[in-house]
């Protein structure tokens, strides 16, 4: 299961990366899989904003849905549309064309795991 | 500890993810369950079904027991044909839906599902008391492996003895598959033409490898529960404990052709069930159509005007169709095909159409 070196990671099996204040968010290819084949995510708009914590969208596969939480706090400045037309990108590249939301932080970055604790914490579950 | 087929092994070796499934390890998906799906629509699936029960009733009064224990008439079925019935409790409730196969005069083989085999079972070793005949439930000792989609005579024409254009749907035959015996059955729950076969516990895996080998030319490809459920949701065929339960009779839950009051003779259930044959039922199985990609799952709601008429009981987007599919229970005044509904999916109420079952037909 790929866990790249460069990205953080939260227990909810979310990604993220960081720059210049704005957090690229997505979940990560351990969450993919445990889903199965992603055919529906639902997203906030552009402009909303979402807090650390809560529930911000969720994903659908065939057999089941999971809710999404909001590994940070901030304004959603842009929504990956293909996610929407294409939901299966997410399984087959989780981590570049598969993101979800780009965020502008407001207040700052929770603690978050590296991808050595992330692979530890999803060999825990 | 959840039970493991004789497959497991196999399964494991192609890195199938597994799920617990009525006490049983079972393989949820290979590898992309639509894949999979697509798959039996179009070419073939092969499926582990072992944690589904085997009982075998023998004796001179074989037919005699079942059509006391069953609902429906096993003495009219003929040697080598099957028959899908139900089993009720005293008071009509579904106990489980079953395949009954008659395979000879005196020999029938009731397959339940994995989830009820230990109800059937004792239902059945009681019931036979005063008969002349034996209940066997040999579901630790038997294997079964599904080759399902319309590629599935092909696959099999090659490696088996059988004279599969003689074999219809819903019959079976003994026959030799490259040297194992098996029941070679012409049953499904995918909606698509194929085989079930029965065979000892001890030769699954070989039997397993020699039709994956056969199959893979064909596009056929090890499928999972998974797909299993969106296939047969697609047919519009029941799953227990989803669209069947105790609490409802055969009538209920929109099967009453099942019960078959005009065999002689008193059966299981038949007060009961004659009663509640007479009264309209409360709520009708129905299709339902979604827009968008949201799926309606089980349990959700549905609404007219803010009231709840009705409940879903299985849903998914359909793989083959590409929009939201569902099976529900509505009151009688919102049966009909064509009429809107609202369903509350996870608190955003969304509209859906009454549609005739089932979703899908092979061509």
């Given at each position: 299961m790929s866990i790249p070196e460069n990205l953080k990671y939260t227990k909810e099996h979310e990604w993220l990366s960081?720059?210049?204040?704005?957090?690229t968010v997505g979940i990560t290819a351990f969450a993919a899989e445990s889903l199965g084949d992603i055919v529906?995510v639902?997203?906030?708009?552009?402009?909303?904003?979402?807090?650390?914590?809560?529930?911000?969208?969720e994903v659908e596969s065939t057999k089941s849905v999971s809710e999404l939480y909001?590994p940070?706090?901030?304004?959603?400045?842009?929504?990956n549309?293909?996610t929407?037309?294409t939901p299966e990108v997410i399984n087959s590249d989780p981590y570049t064309e598969g993101w979800l939301?780009?965020?502008?932080?407001?207040?700052?970055?929770?603690?978050l795991l590296d991808a050595a604790a992330y692979a530890a914490h999803t060999q825990e579950n | 500890?959840?039970?493991?087929?004789?497959?497991h092994?196999?399964h494991k070796g192609l890195g199938a993810l597994f799920t617990d499934?009525?006490?049983?390890s079972m393989p949820v998906r290979y590898a992309s369950e639509l894949a999979e799906?697509?798959?039996?629509?179009?070419?073939?699936?092969?499926?582990?079904?072992?944690?589904?029960?085997?009982?075998?009733?023998?004796?001179?009064?074989?037919?005699?027991?079942?059509?006391?224990?069953?609902?429906?008439?096993?003495?009219?079925?003929?040697?080598?044909?099957?028959?899908?019935?139900?089993?009720?409790?005293?008071?009509?409730?579904?106990?489980?839906?079953?395949?009954?196969?008659?395979?000879?005069?005196?020999?029938?083989?009731?397959?339940?599902?994995?989830?009820?085999?230990?109800?059937?079972?004792?239902?059945?070793?009681?019931?036979?008391?005063?008969?002349?005949?034996?209940?066997?439930?040999?579901?630790?000792?038997?294997?079964?492996?599904?080759?399902?989609?319309?590629?599935?005579?092909?696959?099999?024409?090659?490696?088996?003895?059988?004279?599969?254009?003689?074999?219809?749907?819903?019959?079976?035959?003994?026959?030799?598959?490259?040297?194992?015996?098996?029941?070679?059955?012409?049953?499904?729950?995918?909606?698509?033409?194929?085989?079930?076969?029965?065979?000892?516990?001890?030769?699954?895996?070989?039997?397993?490898?020699?039709?994956?080998?056969?199959?893979?030319?064909?596009?056929?490809v090890p499928?999972g529960l998974a797909?299993?459920?969106?296939?047969?949701?697609?047919?519009?065929?029941?799953?227990?404990?989803?669209?069947?339960?105790?609490?409802?009779?055969?009538?209920?839950?929109?099967?009453?052709?099942?019960?078959?009051?005009?065999?002689?003779?008193?059966?299981?259930?038949?007060?009961?069930?004659?009663?509640?044959?007479?009264?309209?039922?409360?709520?009708?199985?129905?299709?339902?159509?979604?827009?968008?990609?949201?799926?309606?799952?089980?349990?959700?709601?549905?609404?007219?005007?803010?009231?709840?008429?009705?409940?879903?009981?299985?849903?998914?987007?359909?793989?083959?169709?590409?929009?939201?599919?569902?099976?529900?229970?509505?009151?009688?005044?919102?049966?009909?095909?064509?009429?809107?509904?609202?369903?509350?999916?996870?608190?955003?109420?969304?509209?859906?159409?009454?549609?005739?079952?089932?979703?899908?037909?092979?061509?």
């Amino acid at each position: 299961m790929s866990i790249p070196e460069n990205l953080k990671y939260t227990k909810e099996h979310e990604w993220l990366s960081v720059e210049d204040g704005v957090a690229t968010v997505g979940i990560t290819a351990f969450a993919a899989e445990s889903l199965g084949d992603i055919v529906f995510v639902q997203l906030p708009d552009a402009g909303s904003t979402i807090t650390a914590g809560e529930v911000f969208g969720e994903v659908e596969s065939t057999k089941s849905v999971s809710e999404l939480y909001a590994p940070v706090s901030g304004e959603v400045v842009e929504v990956n549309g293909t996610t929407s037309d294409t939901p299966e990108v997410i399984n087959s590249d989780p981590y570049t064309e598969g993101w979800l939301l780009k965020v502008r932080l407001t207040g700052d970055v929770p603690d978050l795991l590296d991808a050595a604790a992330y692979a530890a914490h999803t060999q825990e579950n | 500890m959840s039970k493991e087929t004789s497959l497991h092994g196999v399964h494991k070796g192609l890195g199938a993810l597994f799920t617990d499934f009525a006490g049983w390890s079972m393989p949820v998906r290979y590898a992309s369950e639509l894949a999979e799906h697509k798959a039996v629509r179009e070419a073939a699936g092969l499926f582990d079904l072992s944690h589904m029960a085997e009982i075998h009733i023998t004796g001179k009064q074989a037919a005699d027991v079942l059509d006391y224990a069953l609902v429906g008439n096993l003495t009219g079925v003929k040697p080598g044909r099957a028959r899908y019935t139900m089993i009720c409790n005293p008071e009509g409730g579904v106990l489980d839906d079953l395949v009954v196969y008659r395979l000879a005069d005196e020999h029938y083989l009731v397959v339940a599902n994995a989830g009820n085999a230990k109800v059937v079972a004792d239902a059945l070793a009681e019931r036979v008391a005063g008969f002349d005949a034996v209940v066997d439930d040999r579901s630790e000792t038997t294997a079964l492996i599904a080759v399902q989609g319309p590629k599935a005579v092909e696959i099999l024409g090659a490696v088996t003895d059988a004279d599969l254009d003689a074999l219809k749907y819903y019959a079976s035959v003994p026959a030799s598959v490259k040297g194992h015996d098996v029941l070679l059955a012409r049953t499904g729950y995918t909606g698509e033409d194929g085989f079930e076969l029965f065979v000892d516990a001890d030769e699954a895996p070989a039997l397993w490898r020699l039709l994956l080998e056969a199959g893979e030319p064909h596009g056929l490809v090890p499928a999972g529960l998974a797909c299993r459920d969106t296939l047969r949701l697609e047919a519009g065929m029941p799953l227990y404990g989803n669209e069947l339960t105790v609490d409802q009779s055969p009538f209920e839950a929109g099967l009453g052709r099942v019960v078959k009051f005009e065999k002689p003779g008193d059966f299981v259930g038949r007060a009961a069930l004659e009663e509640r044959s007479k009264q309209d039922v409360p709520r009708v199985r129905v299709g339902l159509k979604g827009a968008g990609r949201r799926a309606p799952r089980h349990g959700y709601e549905l609404l007219v005007d803010g009231t709840g008429i009705g409940e879903v009981t299985s849903g998914a987007l359909s793989p083959t169709l590409g929009y939201p599919i569902a099976m529900a229970y509505v009151d009688r005044a919102y049966a009909e095909p064509g009429t809107e509904l609202s369903v509350d999916i996870r608190g955003r109420i969304e509209p859906v159409e009454v549609v005739a079952l089932p979703f899908y037909s092979r061509a």
